[in-house]
């Protein structure tokens, strides 16, 4: 049976026309589909390429031309985003535009891992935990609607563990961003300053997923 394999690449904006320059150059002649899920190319030789913006098309001016150098207009102008990266290990929130990070508050804040023990010991623990998580989640959203209060937040981006990210969000001090677009959410290792400065990069730039041809 033929197998696929599938990757996820972030390409800034001003990037985009070179990255589907090399693609063509390595896959053949590409098709151009626009999707409700994004633009769509589809290569001679079997790749496909699936191309989605940072954050949806919201009026602002941008260059004309083809499906991809919209794309990359969109993704080149700046948007003021309030990113949410936490997860049992640690967290960043902080104010990111045009692929920069404007001010952030990044720490470590242990939550203990599940248990396989049993009876009373199990339920202490899992109280413990509870308790190291709340205290976490409410840390978190007091820094966020701190930071976020000095910028005018136009998205918010979530990312890390999406539970605890949602616990977050969710939280009072957090009230006035409940009604901002969310970005798709980012998958990140625990928050340190590499991670969130990666972070912020890949939530400005295009989200391409690559699937292969069959094998």
């Known amino acids: 049976m033929a197998s696929t394999d599938s990757r996820l690449a972030f390409v800034p904006g001003p990037r985009l026309l070179g990255w589907v320059e090399r693609f063509a150059a390595s896959h053949g002649a590409v098709a151009q589909e626009e999707l409700d899920a994004g633009l769509q190319l589809r290569a001679a030789d079997g790749a496909v390429a699936l191309l989605q913006p940072p954050w949806k098309v919201d009026g602002r001016p941008g260059r004309g031309g083809d499906a991809v150098a919209r794309l990359a207009s969109l ?20 104010v990111v535009n045009g692929g920069a990070v404007l001010a952030s508050k990044t720490g470590t804040r242990h ?17 413990r935990r509870a308790n190291q998580a709340d205290a976490l989640v409410e840390a978190v959203a007091e820094h966020a609607g701190r930071i976020f209060a000095e ?11 999406r ?11 957090l009230k006035r961003y409940a009604a901002l ?9 625990d928050p340190r300053a590499a991670v969130l400065k990666k972070a912020a990069a890949d939530l400005c730039s295009v989200r391409i997923l ?4 069959p094998a």
Do not use: K, M, N
């Open 75 to 94: 993704a080149s102008q700046p948007r003021c985003l309030g990113a949410v990266l936490i997860r049992r290990g640690g967290y960043s929130v902080a």
């Open 111 to 127: 939550v203990q891992s599940r248990t396989a023990a049993g009876g009373w010991s199990q339920q202490r623990f899992a109280r």
């Open 151 to 161: 910028h005018r937040i136009e998205y918010v981006a979530p990312g890390g563990d």
């Open 163 to 173: 539970t605890l990210s949602e616990l977050v969000l969710a939280e009072p001090v």
């Open 181 to 189: 677009e969310r970005l798709p959410f980012l998958d990140v290792p």
């Open 210 to 213: 690559v699937t292969d041809p």
